[in-house]
């Protein structure tokens, strides 16, 4: 394969990066015939173009005959790198004008469970003062499991996700907001509900029935999980509440969210010193996304309300 250096090549100007075009729009088409009207441009010019490519580069490109339009090897390679030139000028220009418009466009916010009630994450404030500097933003705020709101965040179905921090997946940065304590709890309906003594709970939670998130957990959370009968999943705290109350179940709740219940007397803490856990909560966005202001100045203003 002829190999051609930068000193052969020269510089790439505007007419090179029409000829490329040119190529581009050949090759995608599967031909000089099917690219003139693409290119609204006959034949014979797309031919000339080509020539002049061809020659600049001191490559074959192509080939046609009887079996058709055809690229070379060293065509094949051409094209690839043209591909990605164009994708990266198109990257290029999008932040240029990115830089020169005001706040617009979208902003897609998924959150796990309760999060976005916890008024630890300051939203109503947040989303307040993003509204009144940024009202031509569209906003979509909706609620998923935790696993699907990493996949959004990554494949860029959202801009920002608010999940518990349970492992760190490459691509995704980390904006840690606070730190929850989840207890063990059982319902005033469950035989351990007025137990007192201690031993005779731990060895009550051996048989007891308990619903659990169903989900891999971190470490810390999988050793509270240890001599406790797994008889129920429910991924949201709604359902899990709910089951636990039933008096069927024991089961894992945030302290916060657990308060009005245990106010009103029907939920209690079992071994709280021993059987509890800590759950970080954290903002996560794209590693490398496209720039997004709107995405950008919603963080900001989360992370000043956050650490008043």
Sequence with gaps: MVQVSLIELGQVGDYEIRLLKVFKTVVECGGFSAAETVLNISRSTISVHM???????????????????????????IYESVRRL?????????????LHVQLSGELKLVASDTISLDERCCFPQVLGEFCHQAPDVFLQFETAPMSDIERMILNGEADVGFIPYHRKLDGLIYHSLYEETCYLYCSDRHPLFNETDEDAIRQGLVNARSVQAGIQSNPDVAI????LQKSATAYYYETRATMILSGAYVGFLPEHYAARSVDEGKLRKLLPLERCYKLGIAAITHQFGRLNKPRDFFMRLLQNQIVR
């Design 224 to 227: 509270q999980m240890v001599g």
């Design 86 to 98: 164009f994708s990266q000028l198109e990257d290029f220009r999008s932040t240029v004008n990115a």
């Design 51 to 77: 020539a002049n490519l061809e020659h600049r580069l001191k490559l074959k490109l192509c080939s046609r005959g009887r079996s058709g339009f055809s690229l070379t090897e060293e065509g094949a390679i």
